[in-house]
């Protein structure tokens, strides 16, 4: 299983047979490494309706018939836009082709900025595929919600934002992977924009060896996890 870093909390996840993309925000994203038009994926995993994480989603949708997995509000939006969609809502999980996918609470809004369009509840995802663990936190506080996740489910990877400002900065994100207990984190959601500029090998120094800790620039990635 190859998990490859799309640049703010894109991810790209694939094993023999299965690829799917999570918030592939690459159009306005000046650190993509990807065009949306590049991407051929069977899923779509959209954490919630913000721009930086609905990003091409659509797009991509329609262009290749991969079905978007939404929190319900955010799904039907985009079925309205005609994309395939599986609608789902935290707490809620289900069997797909490529493994099982669990929503996670995530405390932060989630809106097409656009319009001012509410998309219900925002979500993290926890996927278990060839029997791994991953946690997408999506954009999120500290919230005491994440050692339920340390507490009853084996974490193998953590993707944890640690931009500050709308999501948890670097000591807050060190609390995350304590909380979360997992093996390995990955630091997403920093320096795509000034406001959110983080030191990543600073996150890296501070978690001092409670979990391992990757740094990927986009297009790099992590196996073997
Ligand atoms: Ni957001
Ligand atoms: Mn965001």
Redesign the pocket.
């Known amino acids: 299983m190859k998990i490859t870093f799309g640049g703010h909390s894109c991810f790209c996840i694939e094993d023999e047979g299965h690829k799917l993309i999570i918030d592939p925000f690459l159009t306005g994203n000046p650190h993509a490494v990807w065009k949306p038009e590049e991407i051929d994926v069977q899923f779509i995993l959209v954490t919630?309706g913000?721009g930086?994480?609905l990003g091409d989603a659509l797009e991509i949708a329609r262009r290749t018939g991969a079905t978007i997995i939404a929190p319900n509000e955010l799904a039907l939006y985009c079925s309205s836009k005609g994309a395939n969609i599986h609608p789902m809502h935290i707490g809620g999980s289900r069997q797909f082709p490529f493994g099982k996918v669990k929503l996670t609470p995530a405390l932060?809004?989630s809106a097409i900025e656009e319009g001012l369009i509410y998309t219900g509840n925002p979500c993290g995802f926890l996927l278990f595929m060839n029997e791994k663990v991953i946690y997408h936190a999506g954009?999120t506080g500290l919230c005491s919600d994440m050692k339920l996740i340390g507490e009853y489910t084996p974490v193998d990877l953590a993707l944890l934002p640690i931009g500050d400002n709308?999501v948890m900065g670097i000591e807050d994100a060190v609390e995350a992977a304590k909380f979360v207990k997992a093996k390995q984190v990955v630091p997403m959601h920093y320096n795509t924009f000034d406001l959110i500029k983080q030191d990543p090998l600073d996150f890296k120094k501070r978690l001092n060896g409670i979990a391992a800790c990757a740094i990927l620039q986009p297009g790099e990635y992590v196996e073997n996890i």
């Open positions: 919630h913000h930086d994480h932060h809004g954009d709308f």
